[in-house]
């Protein structure tokens, strides 16, 4: 059995971001979002967490650099 969305698991992982942080960016607690992860998300829905996690990578390279 595979993991329900792993590929926005494993990107954030990659990242460096917690899915706390994604689901802030959201709007929804946390909890709320990993209810969210128990199914797969709508592509449109991933689209939306990819470039959340995309934006809150940015955001962490820029702070270690200054």
Known sequence: ????????????KESGVFLWQIADEMGVRDSE???????????????????????LREEDGLRAAN
């Open 1 to 12: 059995m595979t993991q329900k969305n792993f590929d926005v698991r494993r990107k954030a």
């Open 33 to 55: 979002f990993s209810r969210m992860l128990r199914k797969e998300l709508p592509p449109e829905i991933k689209v939306q967490v990819f470039q959340i996690i995309e934006k």
